[in-house]
């Protein structure tokens, strides 16, 4: 199964953390949670239009082929 990565600066942040997860909903779980956590975004934040668009563009297949 391949997995689906996402990191953090794809969002424009100088951050150095990755996301992995079988689907974008699940990346986004995390990005969600990261972004909360770890750069203190509201709910609101991490689950605007804005973020959704970028995970559904910059998640791609960790292989990277
Ligand atoms: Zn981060």
Redesign the pocket.
């Known amino acids: 199964m391949r997995t689906k990565l996402l990191k953090?600066s794809d969002?424009g942040?100088e951050?150095?953390?990755e996301f992995r997860g079988a689907t974008v909903e699940e990346v986004l779980e995390q990005v969600k949670k990261?972004?909360m956590e770890?750069?203190g975004q509201t709910a609101e934040q991490v689950n605007s239009e804005a973020v959704m668009q970028i995970a559904a563009t910059k998640t791609r297949d960790e292989d990277g082929s």
């Open positions: 953090c969002f942040l951050c150095d953390a990261h972004g770890a750069h």
